[in-house]
Antibody, heavy 123, light 108 residues
Framework: EVQLVQSGAELKKPGESLKISCKTS????????IGWVRQMPGKGLEWMGI????????RYSASFQGHVTISADKASSTVYLQWSSLEASDTAMYFC????????????????WGRGTEVIVSS | ENVLTQSPGTLSLSPGERATLSCRAS???????LAWYQQKPGQPPRLLIY???RRATGIPDRFSGSGSGTDFTLTISRLEPEDSAVYYC?????????FGQGTKVELK
């Protein structure tokens, strides 16, 4: 069974850094694009970016480029989302999710999702 | 990037009725790269439909997708109580994957 297990909720202050994780199992880690999706409180879904762990090829939405960094660690089959300086507007639920098809190009829907990591940024 | 507009914002129907949800794109969707997701409170989204009309694994056949170009529809043929949720469409393309703003389906 394919599983994406996300790290726990975080409470941070503005200006702090943060790295949240998404540990995958049950599939060939290096063969599937993994993405991150933001959901602000009471709002809809926003596609942030994706990474192909096989070669760390990473693509970002223009809305998030430069504000977050997506990375992957083959040794632990884990994908990360990190911020160097959080803002209050980063308060949201963050989901990681896997593309449906292996090796396929960057255009694919997400068929397996993590349960989400809640990030609260407040002074 | 393709902007997706979903309508209506909220749909209030009774069990057994038919639900028709719309997703309109600002530009033509290429390669039929259009998906639908269902999200219930406190849960991650679940993939229902991909490539416009293909049902994902384990999705009941009362869910169906159709459309082409810029206009797409998710139809739930006979609503069940567990279908109460927010439904999102997504256009996935090369290096991006925009979502619509969602349609909430409420059961009376």
């Amino acid at each position: 069974e394919v599983q994406l297990v996300q790290s726990g909720a975080e409470l941070k202050k503005p200006g702090e850094s943060l790295k949240i994780s998404c540990k995958t199992s049950g599939h060939i880690f290096t063969s599937y694009w993994i993405g991150w999706v933001r959901q602000m409180p009471g709002k809809g879904l926003e596609w942030m970016g994706i990474i192909y762990p096989g070669d760390s090829d990473t693509r970002y939405s223009a809305s998030f480029q430069g504000h977050v960094t997506i990375s992957a660690d083959k040794a632990s089959s884990t994908v990360y989302l990190q911020w160097s300086s959080l803002e209050a507007s980063d308060t949201a639920m963050y989901f990681c999710a896997r593309h449906r098809r292996p090796i396929y190009g960057t255009g694919d829907p997400f068929d397996v999702w993590g349960r989400g990591t809640e990030v609260i940024v407040s002074s | 990037e393709n902007v997706l507009t979903q309508s209506p914002g909220t749909l209030s129907l009774s069990p057994g009725e038919r639900a028709t949800l719309s997703c309109r794109a600002s530009k033509s969707v290429s390669n039929s790269y259009l998906a639908w997701y269902q999200q219930k409170p406190g849960q991650p989204p679940r993939l229902l439909i991909y490539d416009v009309s293909r049902r994902a694994t384990g999705i009941p056949d009362r869910f169906s997708g159709s459309g082409s170009g810029t206009d797409f529809t998710l139809t739930i043929s006979r609503l069940e109580p567990e279908d109460s949720a927010v439904y999102y469409c997504q256009n996935y393309g090369s290096s991006w994957g925009t979502f619509g703003q969602g349609t909430k389906v409420e059961l009376k």
